[in-house]
């Protein structure tokens, strides 16, 4: 258990509100990782953090910003979310020198 | 980006009975992670593999990193009903210790 928590775990919302999802982890790991995950998708990767207020985007960052003030909080923000965005989100951590990653519980989110 | 390709798509066999999935790509391999999600909740890391020809073994589970470091498998002897879920692989690379996917492999396990 690497203790990562995410929240909400569920949430719908309406097409053009903002929705800010919460990624929390315990043991200040540097790097942090937001991916989606869709049917025939996999998992795809939409931004990452390599420390406090370092983010970089990943393959699929558009409609998509994210936040580090604090080393056990990474955010990830739909400014105005849109139906191609329901999906589910998972928050990532890497630990040490490996490239192994530990995953959170994930947040389902439905845009209607 | 490094391809990773996974097969079968999709895997439905009886418990008790073997399997093998394949994680393939193009390129050399820096290193492999084998992850199994279970329905509803994260992807949980199972191994890594490093070393070309390295065999691991996990309880039932037998992972295999290919001679040239290109492909890997993942062997289930005598499955069971809970070994059901999407099993996935992934390469990591050197910048900022990101990993890339493959699409996974989707197995049933039938009681």
């Known amino acids: 258990d690497a203790g990562i928590t995410q929240s909400p775990r569920h949430k719908v919302t309406e097409t053009g509100t903002p929705v800010t999802l919460r990624c929390h982890q315990t043991?200040?790991?540097?790097?942090m990782y937001w991916y989606r995950q869709d049917p025939g998708h996999g998992l795809r990767l939409i931004h990452y953090?390599?420390?406090?207020?370092?983010?970089d985007k990943g393959e699929v960052s558009d409609g998509y910003s994210v936040s580090r003030s604090k080393t056990e909080d990474f955010l990830l923000t739909l400014e105005s979310a849109t139906s191609s965005q329901t999906s589910v989100y998972f928050c990532?951590?890497?630990?040490?020198?490996?490239?192994?990653?530990?995953f959170g519980p994930g947040t389902r989110l439905t845009v209607t | 980006t490094q391809l990773l390709e996974q097969s079968p798509q999709f895997l439905s066999i009886q418990e008790g009975e073997n399997l093998t999935v394949y994680c393939n790509s193009s390129?050399?391999?820096?290193?492999l992670q084998w992850y199994r999600q279970e329905p509803g909740e994260g992807p949980v890391l199972l191994v890594t593999?490093?070393?070309?020809?390295e065999v691991k073994k996990l309880k039932r589970l037998t992972f295999q990193f290919g001679d040239a470091r290109k492909d890997s498998s993942l062997h289930i002897t005598a499955a069971q009903p809970g070994d059901t879920g999407l099993y996935l692989c992934?390469?990591?690379?050197?910048?900022?210790?990101?990993?890339?996917f493959g699409d996974g492999t989707t197995l049933t396990v039938k009681p």
């Open positions: 992934a390469e990591g690379n050197t910048n900022a210790g990101k990993s890339t």
């Open positions: 593999v490093v070393t070309g020809g």
């Open positions: 953090s390599y420390g406090v207020k370092d983010t």
């Open positions: 990532a951590i890497k630990t040490g020198q490996s490239y192994e990653q530990y």
């Open positions: 043991e200040n790991h540097r790097y």
């Open positions: 390129s050399v391999f820096s290193s």
